[in-house]
């Protein structure tokens, strides 16, 4: 095993027992920790985890290294894979996360259980070309730089076998990536690189954390400009299971650039909260129409109709976009409905009670009724947010 170098080991400050020389004749003989850590997030991916455990093998060879799977409760028996393996090799482990969702946790959550002084990501179906791993290492090891990127946008570099849709998707992104957070890659949408570990901690507090597009995030997040450099490489097919690439992916995209742009004013939760009760008022309205002039449905009928299809689908939405890394689904989802709509519940009663206080006190009736509508807003939005999504899965 190569050893890691002692500056690379030596924090600002250690205790005085680290230059007492028993501990300093204990380390001597012991095997120092890996050197590079590579980070795989994991989300169905059990029939990957071993062909990807041999190309690292064969490609990293005699470094020291681990390969650290983040799995997010996988229900195809990926974690008990990745446990097989540990049990065979302890350059191999596993982080298993339950009730989380998103492969940029994913990454921080990796990087955060290692101690190596570099960290790459990869995906676990192959798409990926391992084999840059020791150039990207040599090149953080030796050169003036903080982070390198397995690119698929420089010369000869490419998408594969995308189709078309999928190819301007990814242009466009790349381009608002680029132009709004000045990203300074070709290719800020890879989800391939190794960075050095004091650049990663240096960014870590400002990381929005949201969705897939890790590498946005640490760009847009690092207090001073990465130093970064691009290695061509060509995106493979995927080995075997299933993409996880959908819609979703660029609402969250979306949300994370929000949130990289005027987070620090507002939530960007709390804005996608907003804009889920705006459809709300919008569905509640259609439904109390046709109640009204379809179903001829008498007044109170229709509104308590429309009432509990605006709230069903409010709480949908929000489960779906807002809080999709912390989603409900079986039971939870009822569960979380419940909850959503007894607090939604407490908010209107909070709204009229505060703006018939503020009408009866003189205020203008629409100040009144908006200062009750804002109140209830941030009501449902705090307590939705700390009950019904709570951070531990619900
Ligand atoms: N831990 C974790 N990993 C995830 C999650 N979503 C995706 N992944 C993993 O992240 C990697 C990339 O996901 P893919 O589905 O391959 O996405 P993609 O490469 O953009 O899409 P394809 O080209 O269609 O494969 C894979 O190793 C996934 O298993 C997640 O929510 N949590
Ligand atoms: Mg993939």
């Excluded at 229709?302 to 890394?325: C, H, K």
């Excluded at 703006?355 to 009750?372: K, N, R, T």
Aim: aromatic share 8%.
């Amino acid at each position: 095993m190569s050893a890691v170098p002692a500056s690379e080991l030596a924090p600002k400050s250690l205790p005085a027992d680290a230059a007492r020389a028993p501990l300093l004749e204990r380390l001597a003989h012991t095997q120092p920790g890996p050197h590079l850590s590579v980070i795989v997030p994991t989300r169905n991916e059990r029939d990957n985890v071993i062909p990807l455990y041999n190309l690292l093998c064969a490609t990293l060879n005699e470094r020291n290294w681990e390969m650290i799977v983040v799995d997010d409760d996988s229900a195809d028996g990926t974690a008990e894979v990745v446990c097989w393996l540990a049990q065979h090799d302890r350059r191999v482990r596993l982080l298993s996360r339950i009730g989380r969702r998103g492969l940029a946790s994913a990454f921080v959550e990796g990087v955060q259980a290692s101690t190596a002084p570099y960290v790459a990501v990869i995906d676990a179906d192959l798409q990926h070309d391992e084999t840059l791993l020791p150039r990207m290492l040599a090149l953080l090891e030796n050169e003036p730089v903080d982070i390198v990127v397995g690119s698929r946008y420089v010369d000869e570099g490419g998408v594969g076998d995308w189709d078309a849709g999928r190819a301007r998707i990814s242009a466009l992104a790349t381009r608002l990536g680029r132009k709004l957070l000045r990203v300074p890659v070709n290719d800020p949408m890879s989800g391939f690189f190794m960075i050095r570990r004091e650049a990663f901690a240096d960014a870590l507090r400002n990381l929005s954390g949201i969705g897939f597009k890790i590498l946005v995030d640490l760009f847009a997040s690092s207090p001073r400009p990465l130093r970064a450099r691009e290695l061509p490489f060509e995106f493979r097919t995927r080995h075997a299971g299933e993409s996880k690439f959908d819609a979703m992916i660029g609402i969250e995209y979306l949300m994370l650039l929000a949130d990289k742009l005027i987070g620090h004013i507002v939530p960007v939760r709390f804005l996608m909260f907003l804009a889920v009760g705006g459809s709300g008022l919008i569905n509640h309205l259609v439904v109390l129409w046709m109640g009204l002039n379809l179903v001829h449905m008498p007044f109170a009928a229709a509104q308590g109709l429309a009432t509990g299809v605006a709230m069903v689908g409010n709480f949908t939405l929000n489960n779906m976009l807002t809080y999709r890394d912390r989603r409900l689904t079986g039971w939870k989802f009822v569960y979380g409905l419940a909850s959503f709509c007894a607090i939604c519940g407490i908010g209107a009663l909070a709204n009229v009670g505060i703006a018939s206080a503020l009408f009866a006190d003189h205020a203008v009736w629409w100040l009144a009724g908006l200062a009750g509508a804002a109140m209830s807003v941030v009501w449902n939005y705090a307590a939705t947010s700390a009950l019904t999504w709570r951070q531990d899965g619900g």
